[in-house]
């Protein structure tokens, strides 16, 4: 599903795309992978990034970041990533109101998200340091 949601994404069909990373979500938390969720998560993210929602997008980034950091994967880079772009997109006001509706503060606005771009040459603003 996963893979057939990233050829929909190719070709333009977000709609569909999205519909595939959904199924593939509870496909492969049924198989308890975890990883895989993570990367359909990190995939929709970047499609509601494309389609300029930046909230959902935010929310599916973080969701990538956490299982990734949870389960040690070298992935976590590309949530990361997603993040920092949703960040630039955004006022900081804007930013940080998602991140506390979501209960997000404490995990991001921490030393964690900058140790881990750190780690894998990720530039973090200056804000966030």
């Known amino acids: 599903m996963h893979n057939i949601g990233t050829l929909y994404h190719n070709r333009g069909e ?11 979500i509870k496909i492969k938390e049924q198989i308890n992978d975890t990883v895989g969720m993570a990367s359909s998560y990190g995939q929709m993210g970047q499609l509601y990034l494309e389609k300029e929602d ?9 969701k990538a970041f956490l ?3 949870k389960t040690d994967s070298p992935e976590v880079r590309k949530a990361v990533n997603g ?3 949703v960040r630039e997109k955004i006022p900081e006001a ?7 509706e979501y209960g997000f503060v ?3 606005r921490s030393r964690l998200l900058c140790r881990v771009a750190s780690d894998f040459n990720i530039h973090v603003p200056q804000f966030w340091i």
């Open 83 to 85: 993040i920092l772009q």
């Open 14 to 24: 977000n709609d569909l795309a999205l519909k595939q990373y959904q199924e593939s």
């Open 54 to 62: 930046y909230s959902v997008a935010l929310i599916h980034f973080i």
């Open 94 to 100: 804007e930013f940080s109101a998602i991140l506390k």
């Open 67 to 69: 299982i990734f950091l």
């Open 106 to 108: 404490l995990v991001l």
